[in-house]
């Protein structure tokens, strides 16, 4: 998979049934690992409103539904997986 805009190869990535979970660097995978694993997802704002436009809230639908938490997960920790070195060796 390549980066949407720059179109350089991405290196953080993993493949899930309904399509693909990528990152940018650990903070970005950082982020969307709380924001899939949180059960409730508002931001308040000073005035007592919500922050509905956040990167996390552009992510597809798929992602953000709770039935596919689990795998979603799953997928950003075989991503993380990707910064470990090989210890094969």
Known sequence: MRDPYFGLPLRLQARTR?????AYNPA???LLRRFVAAGL???PRPDGGTIRMTVVARLPAWMQKAKNRSEVLHALDR???ALLPDRRS
């Open 18 to 22: 309904h399509g693909w979970v990528w």
């Open 28 to 30: 970005h995978l950082d």
């Open 41 to 43: 997802r508002e931001r």
């Open 79 to 81: 991503a993380r997986a």
